[in-house]
């Protein structure tokens, strides 16, 4: 039987055309490229020389690889061209070279370290062999995007995530009406608990901060080292699932609440967190409205500007949100970030997100997120929207005293 040729070939195509490209070369050695894997399959082939693959926007794609092991590759829809020593490979690049930019897993000033991959020097040997490189961060956003079935199943681990946290909640307060005392880890068994029941799977437990543990932006909590609910304790609870299908997509939620009485300092943060996330929601309505494009850098400086002018800007230490992947809840596609990277990338229709502004203090810690889904005509908020703080009233051990 014939080897069939990949079907994401004439996507990368049309996706070239659309950008304006030229073509993508894909490099590798030895594994340093998992994209060269994950669309070509490199680790099978078990190559120990570098390989080139160049899919051109028009024309047929060709892999250049080493003549120790060209006799042995088998790449159908591929012509598989050999090189012998550098020199061979250059003039054999130099012949295959298109004229007009070249995408590559390289990222400018690795302004995006999740894309950037290719070593500097063989950049440099490209383009003085005349090559124009240029990012291939938006291409792959293409293979990113989620299809109708993807997205449908995002929803649906939102769902269950929103009902798990809601048991976290619910254990909460039945625990402490009843006098018992609350542990993170108590927290943390009941979402997995919860999970499992519902046939979910995830990479990481939740995270579940009481107190000043929440100003740690990824708190493990520790069975055993674990803090115990305090009177007027804030709390944070980050819970993240998805259904267990390849390629399902995670859900990801980070939700407030108190123990007793909130001290004033955090209500206010929390009211200045859950506006800027809310500010991102809003202008990515706005920019829809009106038809532009939106780089994910600018929603990150919206959210950012934001909580700068409330007087948080040393206390928000972490972009404002992620894409969602599937291998692991932070996904490869466009992040709202202008403050731990630089991402330029635009966002596109089926892309899923998260958006999770946060304040982060010695004495509490606060993060308030959302998911949403990216489409033509805006976004499609999938979980709840936080905007009061859960508030548990304390139980008959602490109430007095």
Do not use: C
Request: glycine fraction near 10%; avoid cysteine.
């Amino acid at each position: 039987m014939a080897e069939s040729v990949p079907d994401w070939l004439d996507a990368a195509r049309e996706e070239l055309k659309r950008q304006g490209l030229a073509g993508w070369l894909i490099h590798d050695f030895r594994g340093s490229n998992p994209f060269a894997d994950r669309f070509l399959g490199t680790a099978a082939m078990h190559l120990s020389r570098p390989i080139f693959v160049l899919v051109p926007a028009a024309g047929a794609p060709v892999a250049l690889v080493s003549v120790l092991e060209a006799g042995s590759l088998r790449m159908p829809g591929f012509e598989v061209r050999a090189y012998a020593g550098r020199r061979s490979a250059d003039e054999a690049l130099t012949r295959l070279l298109p004229d007009g930019p070249l995408a590559m897993e390289y990222a400018p000033n690795a302004d995006l370290p999740y894309v950037s991959v290719v070593d500097a020097g063989t950049v440099e040997r490209l383009r003085g062999l005349g090559a124009e490189i240029v990012s291939s961060a938006e291409l792959l956003q293409a293979f990113a995007a989620w299809d109708e079935e993807r997205i449908f199943q995002h929803r649906q681990a939102a769902r269950s995530v929103m009902e798990v946290l809601d048991e976290a909640w619910n254990l909460i307060r039945e625990e402490t009406a009843a006098g018992r005392d609350v542990r993170e880890t108590d927290v943390q068994d009941r979402i997995a608990e919860g999970f499992e029941q519902r046939g979910l799977t995830y990479d990481h437990r939740a995270i579940v901060g009481f107190g000043p543990h929440g100003g740690d932006p990824h708190y493990a909590p520790r069975r055993g080292e674990d803090r115990v609910l305090q009177p007027n304790d804030p709390i944070l609870i980050d819970l993240f699932a998805r259904l267990p299908q390849e390629g399902a997509p995670y859900a990801d939620v980070t939700w407030m609440g108190v123990y007793g009485t909130p001290d004033p300092d955090f209500v206010r943060a929390f009211e200045r967190v859950a506006a800027a996330r809310q500010s991102a929601v809003d202008f990515l309505r706005e920019a829809a409205a009106a038809g532009r494009p939106v780089e994910g850098r600018e929603v990150d400086r919206v959210v950012r500007d934001l909580l700068a002018e409330a007087g948080y800007e040393e206390a928000f230490v972490h972009r404002t949100g992620h894409s969602l992947g599937s291998r692991h809840t932070h996904g490869e596609a466009v992040h709202f970030d202008d403050f731990e990277t630089r991402d330029v990338r635009r966002l596109r229709p089926g892309i899923g997100m998260t958006v999770e502004p946060g304040v982060y203090l010695p004495e509490f810690g606060v993060r308030s997120e959302l998911n949403l889904v990216v489409h033509a005509d805006g976004p499609e908020v999938t979980t709840g929207e936080q905007s009061e703080l859960v508030r548990i009233p304390l139980g008959p051990h602490h109430a007095h005293g």
